[in-house]
């Protein structure tokens, strides 16, 4: 991004030192450029750059609640007339349904761990629930849910997942085509049906054919070797990535099973089981499958909505009570452990903590200190609103789950993040390598990972160029070989070894600083 912005790499090819991303993408390497380019003097970048993927993760959640609204405004979706009248107005069920796919989708916890990235996967994310919002709502509007699908099919791609923005498309123009119990009326009649789910079929092949001009089409699969460790570590993520709308999901499928395998197209049905099974699909043969699975997310909280409202008392007591004890262990032992960070008391967790991450410091901060104690505090509210007798709302099972993922990213954000940033970013590399490389000086970079070589250029502030080079460059860095020595490939008799940089808490990250003789 930072290349872009300062026109060092070319829009259409973005590349750091001459080398392409592992994913090849446009759009969110786009976005990150213009945010650093409008960002105004004296304002930290680290947080500019952030606001169009925040733009984007808020995309995603209006996304859910609108897609999950339209589904359930279907009406095989509606729940049975009462006999004597009394029943909730379609709107305000489709409302509270909606409210519930949304807590389902902030509760998830693959979410939590990908949220704050400033990566592909979020604009894929976002884009891919806005698709999933057009597709829910044609039935009920035409031009605008159109032109979303366009969008989102068009940012899926630029955005470095055109294969699933194909097969999300044509699937759903499939399932638009055949339902037939969804909103037709004298605003949309079938002919309007048959035609929109033609031009989801041409936009999803012109969008397809787009990325493959911008050289954006790369084989991603990765043919599986079906061993016991395979199938049980995609098993494990697929569990706790997307805990807790999976179980609702599979318990909706089930109450639903005569709706989802009629021959007649239930759309608030075989939607979301599309994004879904493509997704799972997808990330066994995917080689970051927890960035693939991510797109399953809004599918996963819509599918999981229609669960509650056939949601028995006992089922939903257990859900609260595995819900409170869970995230309060986990915001307890999160404050337990940076009280031992402050004091070192109680000493067990503080001699883990020096013992996982020598080296580290801790210091106090007030302003994320009063946050945590704030949330904490709103966590307790909720509880005792939870447990409290008024009347129950659809979606009221899910507010602990949404409220319990919340609080615990807030504590580890806000409580943890120094620690986090010690043992997890390469500000700590950074930091030794400005020990000897001061800022403005040049240095070669030869087959060292892109993360390091994005941290050591934006917060170390080295000239990085690449091997091929005209600068005569006084210093290298390089990846070590397998024994921590000069790798074979240098020549020695113009570099000789200066000083080897290590993760403090990472052992495996390393790398050689090599002066020129």
């Known amino acids: 991004?930072?290349?872009?912005?300062?026109?060092?790499?070319?829009?259409?090819?973005?590349?750091?030192?001459?080398?392409?991303?592992?994913?090849?993408?446009?759009?969110?390497?786009?976005?990150?450029?213009?945010?650093?380019?409008?960002?105004?003097?004296?304002?930290?970048?680290?947080?500019?750059?952030?606001?169009?993927?925040?733009?984007?993760?808020?995309?995603?959640?209006?996304?859910?609640?609108?897609?999950?609204?339209?589904?359930?405004?279907?009406?095989?979706?509606?729940?049975?007339?009462?006999?004597?009248?009394?029943?909730?107005?379609?709107?305000?069920?489709?409302?509270?349904?909606?409210?519930?796919?949304?807590?389902?989708?902030?509760?998830?916890?693959?979410?939590?761990?990908?949220?704050?990235?400033?990566?592909?996967?979020?604009?894929?994310?976002?884009?891919?629930?806005?698709?999933?919002?057009?597709?829910?709502?044609?039935?009920?509007?035409?031009?605008?849910?159109?032109?979303?699908?366009?969008?989102?099919?068009?940012?899926?791609?630029?955005?470095?997942?055109?294969?699933?923005?194909?097969?999300?498309?044509?699937?759903?123009?499939?399932?638009?085509?055949?339902?037939?119990?969804s909103a037709n009326d004298e605003d949309n009649?079938?002919?309007?049906?048959?035609?929109?789910?033609?031009?989801?079929?041409?936009?999803?092949?012109?969008?397809?054919?787009?990325?493959?001009?911008?050289?954006?089409?790369?084989?991603?699969?990765?043919?599986?070797?079906?061993?016991?460790?395979?199938?049980?570590?995609?098993?494990?993520?697929?569990?706790?990535?997307?805990?807790?709308?999976?179980?609702?999901?599979?318990?909706?499928?089930?109450?639903w099973r005569k709706h989802l395998f009629s021959?007649?197209?239930?759309?608030?049905?075989?939607?979301?089981?599309?994004?879904?099974?493509?997704?799972?699909?997808?990330?066994?043969?995917?080689?970051?499958?927890?960035?693939?699975?991510?797109?399953?997310?809004?599918?996963?909280?819509?599918?999981?909505?229609?669960?509650?409202?056939?949601?028995?008392?006992?089922?939903?007591?257990?859900i609260d009570w595995f819900t409170l004890l869970f995230f309060t262990g986990c915001g307890i032992v999160i404050w337990v452990v940076w009280i031992a960070m402050q004091t070192g008391t109680p000493p067990q967790p503080a001699a883990n903590v020096a013992r996982l991450a020598p080296g580290y410091e801790a210091e106090f901060q007030i302003l994320p200190f009063a946050f945590a104690v704030l949330a904490t505090l709103a966590w307790g509210w909720l509880v005792r609103w939870r447990a409290g007798r008024h009347r129950a709302a659809i979606w009221k099972s899910l507010v602990l789950p949404a409220s319990g993922a919340s609080l615990c990213w807030l504590l580890l954000m806000t409580l943890w993040m120094p620690l986090l940033d010690y043992a997890q970013s390469a500000k700590t590399m950074v930091k030794q390598t400005r020990a000897t490389i001061q800022a403005g000086e040049c240095a070669i970079v030869l087959n060292l990972d892109p993360a390091q070589t994005a941290a050591l250029g934006w917060y170390g502030g080295i000239d990085l160029q690449p091997i091929n080079t005209t600068k005569a460059c006084q210093w290298m860095l390089t990846e070590p070989a397998r024994n921590s020595e000069m790798p074979a490939g240098v020549d020695r008799t113009i570099w000789c070894a200066h000083t080897l940089v290590q993760h403090p808490v990472a052992g495996s990250e390393m790398f050689w600083i090599l002066k020129r003789q």
């Open 189 to 255: 009649p079938l002919r309007h049906q048959t035609l929109d789910a033609a031009l989801l079929l041409v936009m999803a092949l012109a969008v397809a054919w787009i990325a493959k001009i911008l050289g954006l089409w790369v084989w991603k699969v990765e043919w599986p070797t079906l061993t016991w460790d395979y199938w049980n570590g995609h098993i494990q993520l697929l569990l706790w990535f997307t805990w807790p709308a999976w179980p609702l999901a599979l318990y909706s499928a089930w109450r």
């Open 1 to 181: 991004m930072a290349a872009l912005s300062r026109g060092e790499a070319s829009w259409w090819y973005p590349t750091m030192l001459g080398v392409a991303p592992d994913f090849p993408s446009l759009l969110p390497y786009w976005l990150g450029a213009w945010a650093l380019q409008l960002a105004p003097p004296g304002v930290n970048s680290d947080f500019w750059v952030r606001i169009p993927f925040i733009l984007l993760l808020t995309l995603a959640f209006v996304s859910t609640w609108y897609g999950s609204y339209y589904l359930a405004r279907t009406p095989a979706a509606q729940p049975v007339a009462f006999a004597f009248g009394g029943e909730a107005h379609p709107t305000d069920y489709a409302r509270a349904m909606a409210d519930g796919g949304l807590l389902a989708f902030m509760a998830s916890l693959g979410l939590a761990q990908l949220s704050h990235e400033t990566t592909p996967a979020l604009a894929q994310l976002g884009f891919s629930a806005l698709l999933f919002y057009a597709l829910s709502a044609l039935p009920y509007h035409r031009t605008a849910p159109l032109f979303c699908a366009g969008l989102g099919m068009l940012g899926m791609s630029l955005s470095g997942a055109p294969a699933l923005a194909l097969m999300f498309g044509v699937g759903g123009a499939c399932i638009h085509g055949v339902d037939r119990r």
């Open 263 to 318: 021959l007649n197209i239930s759309r608030h049905l075989s939607l979301p089981a599309w994004f879904i099974v493509t997704s799972v699909g997808t990330m066994l043969l995917s080689g970051a499958p927890d960035r693939t699975l991510l797109l399953a997310l809004p599918a996963f909280a819509a599918m999981a909505a229609f669960a509650l409202p056939t949601l028995r008392r006992q089922v939903a007591a257990l």
